[in-house]
């Protein structure tokens, strides 16, 4: 059973949710105010009805309220007074979602008594705002020197930012969940907390090229601010000062200079450089047929203007194609969630840590949906392409 | 007959609805099925079987039918011996599982759930709790209603396919659904 003190912490977080005030609550629960204030604070615990009403009234469960292991988050203060400048409900409610994933994400590893290591991206401080950047330094430079420190780093070289999920969650320990119903205006949002450090959440109506430079913009941020979170809407402008450095890091990470020139000088060789190329390019390098444009124009590969007469020339860049939809390994039944964490809620429900009910609801699902996704987990195709039903536990390999 | 009344839950319900016979199965079974507040509200969904191109669809169902018919009735927990079961077992399991378990538990009704966590936090707090899996039913359904051959296997495969349904470790049942499947 969990104490009355964090019993009290759960109500208040549960109750402020819900937008209620401790009079209102008090009200509609038929108690004094001064009743509520000490359940609050530990001091008188709740009967079990008045629990259950509380969880009714606050439209929390009482599961959460009482289980233990659940991971108290709270949002960054800096991150909701953005928040409530922008007075935008529509992303409140996409960072509540976020918040939530990103909790239960957690309790999956300590479910399984994994204990995150600070992964070595978390460690790089040099580009932290509040860190030792100078006052005077350029962010624009700064933006780019960094995205070439975190590509030597991940030992990239130049080359094309291929699996950047996988290597942002495992090299910067991100959380990076692909949401559905965000604001089409919203490209993707991180925000940071103490117990389950960086989430990002990226808009999954988004085009895929799009989504990849809202995934680097925000790993940005990262590294910049993350403590302050970030909200990256569509027309956010390169002028807005704390959007510079983690819009010049997307830009160097995912078309680096050299690399961008070694590939172009590739294309050349026949003597023309097309649309086509240009087209081809911008698949090489997993970003959009305008930003490679404006990339070469800023280059200088390609003379200034070069995209606008392409467009007005008639040559639209979606006719040439569509582009890759999300990733071979999110498709699936594209639910928008990071592999491991579906690896472990399966492993959880298979060890009977988890409900049916429970692993729906990790899954942000219902459960016929989570049936498909706990028995597509379980097969895996062999090379000969037969495939073989597993199971998959949290057992350290190397000790088996 | 008399009618026997049986608390179930909620993965259970869907395992009734995708064999698309529930109407019949609970009135050869001479059922009454109990739900509670917390897991009537749950939005339910079906899968389609595969086309002829492998695609599959989901599609929203409903307890109307058995609600309709007066064979699923909600029960609130409304006696504080409920309520306190209830939140016993809501310390271990999400609601709508520790809500059936309290009701069953507590009215010492037999419990629909093929739920491993479930199953085994109802016999801690209950241990002489009487537990009836989804293939109990069809089994005793198939056995009175006289349902063999392809018209049984028509069932298990809409159990399959539009519940996703796979079979609890260790169901004594396991092998004759297997078998119905063809498998």
């Known amino acids: 059973m969990i104490s009355s003190q964090r019993l009290g912490e759960r109500l208040s977080d549960a109750r402020k949710r819900a937008g209620l005030t401790q009079a209102q609550m008090a009200e509609r629960l038929g108690l004094a105010r001064t009743t509520i204030v000490a359940m609050e604070k530990g001091e008188r615990r709740p009967s079990n009805v008045e629990l259950v009403k509380f969880a009714e009234v606050s439209g929390s469960s009482v599961h959460d309220l009482i289980r233990d292991g659940l991971v108290r988050t709270e949002v960054s203060p800096r991150f909701r007074i953005a928040l409530t400048e922008r007075e935008q409900p529509a992303v409140a409610e996409a960072v509540e979602r976020l918040r939530v994933l990103g909790g239960r994400y957690v309790e999956l590893e300590r479910l399984h008594k994994l204990h995150r290591a600070r992964a070595p991206l978390e460690t790089l401080q040099t580009y932290a705002q509040d860190g030792s950047t100078s006052p005077n330094s350029d962010p624009r430079l700064e933006g780019e020197d960094a995205a070439r420190t975190v590509r030597a780093m991940l030992g990239m070289g130049d080359e094309p930012a291929m699996n950047i999920d996988e290597r942002f969650e495992s090299e910067a320990g991100l959380r990076i969940f692909y949401l559905d119903h965000l604001p089409s205006k919203l490209a993707a949002f991180l925000i940071w907390t103490d117990e389950i450090g960086a989430c990002v959440a990226i808009n999954r109506a988004h085009p895929v090229e799009r989504q990849r430079w809202s995934l680097a913009h925000e790993v940005g941020h990262f590294l910049r601010d993350r403590e302050a979170g970030d909200v990256l809407e569509q027309d956010d402008s390169l002028s807005q000062p704390g959007e510079v450095f983690p819009e010049a890091f997307a830009k160097e990470f995912l078309l680096p200079r050299t690399g961008v020139q070694k590939r172009f000088a590739e294309r050349c060789r026949g003597g023309k450089f097309t649309p086509i190329d240009l087209h081809a390019l911008a698949k090489t390098f997993g970003v959009s047929f305008h930003a490679m444009a404006l990339r070469l124009e800023e280059l200088r590969l390609l003379p200034r203007g070069s995209y606008d007469k392409i467009v007005q020339g008639g040559l639209r860049p979606q006719g040439l194609g569509k582009s890759d939809e999300i990733p071979a390994s999110r498709r699936g039944l594209r639910l928008g969630l990071p592999d491991r964490y579906v690896a472990l809620a399966v492993s959880a429900y298979d060890e009977e840590l988890l409900s049916e009910s429970e692993f729906a609801e990790v899954l942000a699902t219902d459960v016929a949906t989570a049936r498909v996704v706990h028995q597509q987990t379980h097969q895996i195709q062999l090379d000969d392409g037969t495939q073989l039903a597993v199971t998959f536990t949290g057992a350290d390999l190397r000790t088996a | ?183």
Request: proline share 4%; hydrophobic share 40%.
């Open chain 2, 1 to 183: 007959m008399a009618v026997r009344q049986v608390v179930i839950d909620a993965c259970c319900t869907l395992n009734l609805l995708a064999t698309g016979r529930e109407v019949e199965i609970v009135r050869a079974l001479e059922l009454h099925l109990c739900d509670t507040p917390q897991t009537s509200g749950e939005a339910m969904c079906l899968w389609t079987p595969p086309d002829s191109d492998g695609e599959r669809t989901k599609e929203s169902t409903s307890t109307a039918a058995l609600r309709g018919g007066g064979y699923l009735e909600t029960v609130p927990l409304d006696t504080d011996a409920l309520v306190d079961a209830f939140v016993v077992a809501a310390s271990r399991i999400k609601d709508t599982d520790a809500s059936c378990v309290a009701l069953a538990g507590v009215m010492g009704l037999p419990l629909v759930s093929d739920d491993r966590k479930e199953r085994r936090i109802a016999r801690d707090m209950f241990p002489r709790i009487e537990l009836i899996s989804t293939l109990d039913l069809l089994h005793q359904a198939s056995e009175r209603l006289g349902w063999k051959g392809p018209e049984l296997a028509n069932i298990a495969t809409n159990l399959r396919w539009r519940g996703n349904f796979a079979v609890r470790k260790q169901d004594p049942l396991g092998t004759w659904y297997a078998g119905l499947l063809g498998g």
